[in-house]
């Protein structure tokens, strides 16, 4: 589906299991979800609509309607929120940094809210466009800052199925997107799609006012020189006196974590691509190529083009298909909410590339092998579909950005993130600006049809190589013991060196004190 949250930090670990502060005001954040799922879940049904099509496509004899949406208007309509989301997630790193993670979240909210409004009132192609774009751009700015929010204000124990939930509400988005579209879409004015399009303001009010509440991250404090306020906030999410040892501990952790990286000079966009000890290069790369397999997974194909697909293919209701889809991808995120915490984050992205890759050869294989009279073979086409989205929203859906946020240090993370994310966006315009061309027929399309998924299936394929290869297990560490599995171990030999560094209870603290009288004993000798 289209990206989604970036697990960003080590995770609150002064808390213990039993503290649910910080856990519910960082579950609040997820709630931008909502805007984002919603906002890209939209377009599929909308594109379809009688009067939509009559408002803003184009003339023709080949249809009863009398208009339709050509191919070329179809892609730039779909694909032109990807570029928006693309540029606002790049524009998330300076947000984060400059005006912090919250307030970035509720500027993010107002630069959305501007694109929606403009799409509401549009009776013209280019605004439509415009509104788009806009929408797009506060939908980027949130991909970035509301899991780099969650992530760094989170307990660590819980740190993945707390990303995950804003994955979730992503689903849930998505979900209301397509009952929404198919409540209105028998509609022949202007309300058919402007309500669906209008309903987003409510979501963008709720996550804007909500934010007003809810405290900034410890760690960007800190980074900014705010001990003090580092300390209320900490305290806050813990719900642990000020002065209480655990929160000083780790507020101490924070501050020698972000010295060792200040030390190493690790701030730019250039030091994000830096090999060293700690494998910068490698962890940034991982994070953009894994953003990239994510939508080369074929997901977006489903959620932003399944009404018009399933129509080809001789479903009798594309509209009620889609509901059902998002159904699926709704209460499957919940296992993999459980399963990250449970099975870690390596052998669950194998498995469910692998399931996917499975279902989308054989969505191929039966697709190009019935007639669209077949009821069977479309009930199975739909079945497969289900799994195929049900292994996405439990594996890759979710922890493909957990991954992301997990393996960056704080001193380069909203760069390393924002770039990431910005990956995400990149494949994601690609794939939504190239899929009409690759699906339907006409002149100078490919007319794959149901054949796509051949593609899908192969890249998912590749998911599983570059999972194997390039992605470690990090379940149940903190930010800095990633930064020593980096350093000490490989993607494959990750699992070993992970319950060692749990086993002895390892901290970046530990190993900096070591590291000082060892240097101090050399300058004696010397």
């Not at 009821?375 to 950005?401: D, E, H, M, N, R």
Request: neutral net charge; proline residues 4%; charged residues 15%.
């Amino acid at each position: 589906m289209p990206g989604g949250p970036a697990a960003a930090g080590g995770g609150i670990n002064a808390a213990g299991k039993s503290k649910l502060a910080g856990i519910i005001m960082t579950a609040f954040a997820a709630f931008g979800g909502i805007l984002y799922g919603y906002d890209t879940g939209t377009i599929s049904g909308i594109i379809a609509m009688d009067d939509w099509l009559r408002t803003f496509g184009d003339k023709t004899d080949t249809t009863s309607l009398g208009y339709m949406l050509p191919t070329n208007k179809e892609s730039l309509v779909v694909s032109i929120l990807s570029a928006g989301t693309f540029f606002g997630a790049l524009g998330g790193a300076p947000s984060a940094d400059i005006l912090g993670r919250r307030l970035g979240i509720i500027s993010a909210c107002v630069v959305f809210s501007l694109g929606i409004a403009l799409q509401t009132g549009a009776h013209n192609w280019a605004t439509f466009i415009v509104g788009r774009f806009f929408a797009g751009f506060g939908v980027g700015l949130v991909s970035t800052l509301v899991p780099m929010y969650q992530s760094e204000c989170s307990p660590k124990w819980i740190r993945g199925a707390v990303v995950s939930g804003y994955q979730w509400a992503i689903t849930i988005g998505l979900l209301l997107a397509s009952v929404i579209n198919n409540a209105t879409k028998d509609r022949q004015n202007h309300s058919a799609w402007q309500i669906p399009i209008s309903i987003q303001f409510v979501w963008a009010f709720i996550l804007f006012v909500g934010m007003f509440w809810l405290p900034e991250t410890p760690r960007w404090l800190i980074k900014n020189n705010r001990p003090d306020d580092a300390a209320k906030s900490l305290s806050r999410l813990t719900s642990l006196p000020v002065d209480d040892p655990e929160v000083q501990a780790e507020l101490e952790d924070i501050r020698v974590a972000l010295q060792e990286e200040k030390e190493r000079g690790e701030s730019s966009y250039l030091d994000c691509f830096k090999f060293n000890k700690s494998k910068i290069a490698l962890r940034t790369l991982s994070g953009i190529f894994i953003q990239a397999w994510q939508q080369l997974t074929g997901i977006n194909f489903i959620f932003y083009f399944g009404t018009t697909f399933f129509q080809r293919v001789g479903i009798s209701n594309p509209f009620l298909t889609q509901v059902a889809t998002n159904i699926v991808n709704v209460f499957m995120t919940l296992p993999g909410m459980w399963g990250v915490e449970k099975f870690g984050r390596r052998s669950l992205l194998l498995w469910g590339a692998v399931v996917m890759c499975i279902c989308e050869f054989l969505v191929a294989i039966i697709g190009v092998t019935i007639s669209v009279d077949n009821s069977s073979g479309q009930k199975a086409l739909i079945a497969l579909v289900c799994i195929y989205i049900a292994a996405f929203a439990s594996t890759w859906g979710p922890i493909a950005w957990v991954i992301v946020g997990e393996i960056f240090p704080l001193n380069v993370r909203a760069k390393a993130m924002s770039l990431s994310v910005a990956s995400n966006w990149l494949w994601n315009w690609a794939i939504s600006y190239a899929t009409p061309y690759l699906v339907n027929p006409g002149a100078g399309n490919a007319n794959l049809g149901v054949k796509v998924f051949f593609i899908w299936g192969s890249t998912c394929a590749g998911c599983i190589v570059f999972t194997y290869f390039c992605i470690p297990e990090t379940k149940g560490l903190s930010l800095e013991q990633v930064d020593l599995l980096y350093q000490n171990s490989t993607p494959i030999t990750s699992v070993k060196y992970r319950r060692e560094l749990i086993a002895r209870d390892i901290h970046v603290a530990d190993v900096a004190g070591v590291h000082e009288v060892d240097e101090k004993d050399a300058k004696e000798q010397v």
